[in-house]
């Protein structure tokens, strides 16, 4: 299997954002900010497709406009979660929109499919660059964060009082967010980032209370998810997304029936 070099870098992309989308999917299940995450990657769709129109490469538009539309968002404030409808019209809306685009470029539909499900065997070394860099960047900016996010996560009225802007904190948590959701869809694509962002995240939730290994365990469930479904569709010849939904799916159910037990 790793002979062919497609497949040595599917699994260095696929382990560079398996960690990144752990760790960051961890926070935004615990700001209860899913989807919002789930909103960005339809942001993302629309960008992408618009750079394709314009003959730039697809994931420049997507984390030009998913990072446009996380600082956006953030700029809501906490007042996010309670806005659920107009985040379900945004992501509608972008959806149509990137449609509209591929409409005028019919020939893009293979790499809209892509761009839809995920292509992770299409990475090559220029991407895989860019996804280590967005990786750096986003794990840096978290770790600056670390504390004040944190804080305003889990109680709000006290770290506001203590002087923490939680404007600020959205803001840059989602710009963070949107730098991952960017990277995920590259390996997922749009419509499954919750296998990647959220399914190992809240499933570690399920399993442990404590940060650190919470942290540990969601990029750990997140990375196996993304080798083992690599392997799997290698041997199989089925679609890598389908494999790794499919193991997040049942990694999920394991954390629940193992919470039950406890």
């Known amino acids: ?47 992408a497709t618009g750079a394709v129109l314009l003959g730039m490469p697809p994931i420049w538009g997507m984390v030009g406009f998913t990072l446009a539309a996380g600082v956006g968002m953030g700029a809501l404030g906490e007042k ?19 449609l509209l685009f591929l409409h005028f470029f019919t020939a893009y539909a293979t790499q809209a499919t892509a761009l839809l499900f995920g292509n992770v065997l299409g990475v090559n070394h220029a991407t895989l660059v860019l996804l280590a860099g967005l990786a750096a960047v986003s794990l840096v900016a978290l770790g600056v964060i670390m504390r004040p996010l944190l804080f305003a996560s889990l109680q709000p009225e006290l770290a506001e009082a203590k002087g923490v802007s939680l404007r600020l904190v959205s803001v840059l948590f989602l710009a963070i967010t949107a730098l991952a959701v960017a ?66 799916a049942l990694v999920y159910a394991g954390s629940l029936l193992g919470r039950r037990g406890h």
């Not at 299997?1 to 870098?9: A, L």
């Not at 995450?37 to 339809?42: D, P, V």
């Not at 469930?221 to 993304?226: G, H, K, V």
């Not at 041997?235 to 997304?241: A, E, G, H, I």
Request: proline share 2%.
């Open 183 to 248: 990277a995920c869809t590259q390996i997922v694509g749009v419509l499954l980032v919750f296998a990647l962002m959220v399914g190992p995240a809240a499933a570690a939730q399920n399993v442990t209370t404590r940060l650190s290994a919470g942290l540990l365990l969601a990029a750990l469930f997140a990375l196996a998810q993304a080798w083992i479904g690599l392997t799997l569709a290698y041997y199989t010849d089925w679609p890598t997304s389908f494999w790794i939904t499919m193991l997040a």
């Open 1 to 47: 299997m790793f002979e062919y070099d497609f497949m040595v870098n599917a699994f260095a992309a696929s382990g560079i954002v398996a960690v990144l989308s752990g760790i960051v999917g961890y926070f935004l299940v615990m700001r209860g900010q899913t989807f919002a995450g789930h909103a960005l990657s339809h942001v993302g769709f629309t960008g």
């Open 80 to 98: 996010l979660s309670g806005r659920d409808v107009a985040i379900g019209v945004i992501l509608s809306l972008s959806l149509g929109f990137g």
